[in-house]
């Protein structure tokens, strides 16, 4: 028999207690609240061969669907400051910063790239984020990609 791998969406109020328990262990071991897996499943109160038996397949709706992770490539004047007034605009926005790429200055003009993820709700958030041209420094900027 094949069976096609199929996502579906249930609350969590009608899985098994193992399902959250599952997701509880993983954000334990991604905060460091716990220093092995084993540990973890202990403080939760799940057995390991539970944990290691669903890990791979119980996701948090939250972190896989309700987040957008957006690429943005600022080419930004090199004075003191312009770079950190970017990123405040970006906490502002509430977009919380995954990595941030600089090269070295070339002509007065760094590069940047800037990987975040928008957590809010509103389509408006991409075009509030376009206003990063507006700052003082910000010579340019382009979405490299949105998920």
């Known amino acids: ?4 791998s199929q996502l579906i969406v249930a609350d969590s109020s009608i899985l098994p207690e193992v399902f959250t328990k599952v997701l509880e262990v993983k954000k334990l071991m991604a905060q460091k609240g716990e220093k092995s897996f084993a540990s973890a499943c202990r403080r939760v109160g799940i057995s390991r061969s539970a944990y290691y038996k669903y890990k ?4 948090s709706y939250e972190e896989l669907f309700n987040r957008r992770i957006v690429n943005l490539y600022l080419l930004l004047d090199d004075s003191p400051g312009v770079l950190s007034n970017a990123l405040v605009f970006l906490h502002d926005l509430n977009a919380n910063i995954l990595t941030v790429n600089q090269s070295i200055p070339v002509d007065g003009a760094a590069a940047v790239n800037i990987s975040l993820r928008l957590t809010g709700d509103s389509e408006d958030e991409l075009t509030r984020l376009n206003s990063i041209t507006d700052l003082n420094g910000v010579l340019e ?3 490299l990609s949105a998920e």
């Open 141 to 143: 900027a382009k979405f």
């Open 56 to 59: 791979d397949f119980v996701f």
């Open 1 to 4: 028999m094949n069976r096609r």
